[in-house]
Nanobody, 125 residues
Framework: QVQLVESGGGLVQPGGSLRLSCAAAGSIRRIESMGWYRQAPGTQRELVAA???????NYADSVKGRFTISRDDAKNTMYLQMNSLEPEDTADYYCKAVRVSYPCIECQPIRNEYWGQGTQVTVSS
């Protein structure tokens, strides 16, 4: 099992910045990727940014150039630096981890997803 706890959300004015954190605990050794997702009222949850263990990143087009995802393996923590925030960024932000496991030596890998409880971000003047 992997436990994820997000923090750093809040109310910010348009053009402002926030940094979200996602602290991971538990069976984290085989986490192969982590990501940030968001969900606004009445919409589906969408990918914001993701990062793999070897540092490859992926961003939604709507946040490219404004958001930066990073991870500090020594602290078992992932971050999302959000700059130039817009009202459209208002949502609940969730952290996700994908952990791979091998039931046996010749078995196909099994991937399990773990989610945090979310942190609210509101961009408003």
């Amino acid at each position: 099992q992997v436990q994820l706890v997000e923090s750093g959300g809040g109310l910010v004015q348009p053009g402002g910045s926030l940094r979200l954190s996602c602290a991971a605990a538990g069976s984290i050794r085989r986490i192969e990727s982590m990501g940030w997702y968001r969900q606004a009222p009445g919409t589906q949850r969408e990918l914001v940014a993701a990062i793999t263990t070897d540092g490859r990143t992926n961003y939604a087009d709507s946040v490219k150039g404004r958001f930066t995802i990073s991870r500090d393996d020594a602290k078992n923590t992932m971050y999302l630096q959000m700059n130039s925030l817009e009202p459209e960024d208002t949502a609940d932000y969730y952290c996700k981890a994908v952990r791979v496991s091998y039931p046996c030596i010749e078995c196909q890998p099994i991937r399990n997803e773990y989610w945090g409880q979310g942190t609210q971000v509101t961009v408003s003047s």
